[in-house]
């Protein structure tokens, strides 16, 4: 890995998780996008003295190595390169049948939108990536430069929820082909009005970035599958929590835990302090859906 990187990622609410998820001091515990390590390496701090286990995964080698190195000093910590829709086989592999907790944080990590050539990010210009799991075949260049006019408006509208998406897509068509990041943006910019590109809160190309960042990594149908399963491998009092950053993964993980009759909902929602979104600007828009195993 020889990106350039200074930043390090801040875990957003992170007492939060700590106080609602950590209920059993000896218990397993794993961290289904383990990132940089910071709510794992919390975690673990928080149960070694008692025994307790972390398992962290993610699907980003690149992320892995940072988060090895952050977490090389804890020894009930073990990491694992998997992506959180094969936590089955996973533990199948380990000789786990129940955990205790398991937190799914779907935000970008810092590494991700601030190391050179990801792509994430519409601050830098770099080509067009976008892939959690350097692995994976479709890359957002591809999305860019292949998708039919119709299909990006979709993704760029359902993902985005954008309300220009088809002026957005039908620039992109036309600005064809497009290799990178400020390449992108540029054809953003020609498809809005003049008062959007400078009256939105947010970068006007926020919107169709998230789009096709989703796409790229079939996160809505990640997390889906994910909540499906994701019950069925809690002990009874086991709890999972689920951080999100936009309408759409929260939807989601809120009508699953509403319909899973094995779960109570643990509260409402919760959301970061003032302090805290003073401290890490990215978390203001985050959101912590928590809920506990009851019956099987």
Same mark, same amino acid.
């Given at each position: 890995?020889n990106?350039?990187?200074?930043?390090?990622?801040i875990?957003?609410l992170?007492?939060?998780?700590?106080?609602?998820?950590?209920?059993k001091? &000896?218990g397993?515990? #794993?961290?289904?996008?383990?990132?940089e390590g910071?709510?794992?390496?919390?975690i673990?701090?928080?149960?070694?003295?008692?025994?307790?286990?972390?398992?962290g995964?993610?699907?980003?080698?690149?992320?892995? +190595?940072?988060? +090895?190195?952050n977490?090389a000093?804890y020894?009930?910590? @073990?990491?694992f390169?998997f992506?959180y829709?094969?936590?089955?086989v996973?533990?199948?592999?380990?000789?786990?049948?129940? #955990?205790?907790?398991l937190?799914?944080?779907?935000? #970008?990590?810092?590494?991700?939108?601030?190391?050179?050539?990801?792509g994430?990010?519409?601050?830098?210009d770099e080509?067009?990536d /976008?892939? /959690?799991?350097?692995?994976?075949?479709?890359?957002?260049y @591809?999305?860019?430069n292949?998708y039919?006019e119709d299909?990006?408006?979709?993704?760029i509208f359902?993902?985005? *929820?954008?309300?220009?998406?088809r002026?957005?897509a039908?620039?992109?068509?036309?600005?064809?082909?497009?290799?990178?990041?400020?390449?992108l943006? +540029?054809?953003?910019?020609?498809?809005?009005p003049y008062?959007?590109i400078?009256?939105?809160k947010?970068?006007f190309?926020?919107?169709?970035f @998230?789009a096709?960042?989703? +796409?790229v990594?079939r *996160?809505l149908e990640?997390?889906?599958?994910?909540?499906q399963?994701?019950?069925?491998?809690?002990?009874?009092?086991g709890?999972?929590? #689920?951080i999100?950053?936009h309408s759409?993964e929260?939807r989601?993980?809120?009508?699953?835990f509403? &319909?899973?009759?094995?779960l109570r909902i643990?509260?409402?929602?919760f959301?970061?302090?003032n302090? *805290?979104?003073a401290e890490?600007?990215r978390?203001r828009?985050?959101?912590l859906?928590?809920a *506990?195993?009851?019956?099987?």
């Open positions: 890995m990106r350039t990187y200074e930043e390090r990622h875990p957003v992170l007492n939060e998780v700590l106080d609602l998820l950590v209920w001091p &000896d397993v515990y #794993v961290d289904c996008t383990v990132g910071g709510h794992t390496r919390a673990a701090e928080r149960i070694g003295a008692y025994g307790g286990r972390i398992i995964i993610d699907v980003d080698s690149e992320v892995l +190595e940072i988060a +090895e190195k977490l000093s020894p009930n910590v @073990q990491l390169k992506s829709t094969e936590l089955p996973l533990l199948k592999l380990l000789q786990i049948d129940k #955990v205790d907790g937190l799914l944080d779907l935000g #970008v990590s810092t590494y991700q939108l601030k190391a050179e050539g990801r994430f990010s519409f601050n830098q080509p067009l /976008m892939r /959690m799991d350097l692995e994976s075949h479709l890359t957002a @591809q999305v860019v292949t039919p299909k990006l408006a979709e993704i359902r993902y985005g *929820e954008e309300r220009f998406a002026r957005i039908r620039s992109i068509v036309q600005s064809r082909p497009i290799h990178t990041t400020r390449e943006v +540029e054809a953003i910019k020609k498809a809005l008062r959007e400078h009256s939105r947010r970068h190309a926020t919107k169709t @998230q096709i960042r989703i +796409e990594n *996160e990640n997390i889906s599958k994910f909540l399963f994701a019950p069925d491998y809690l002990s009874l009092g709890r999972i929590a #689920v999100s950053f759409l929260d989601l993980v809120k009508t699953a509403k &319909d899973d009759s094995r643990v509260g409402d929602f959301q970061p302090s302090l *805290e979104i890490n600007p978390a828009s985050a959101k859906r928590v *506990e195993k009851v019956t099987d």
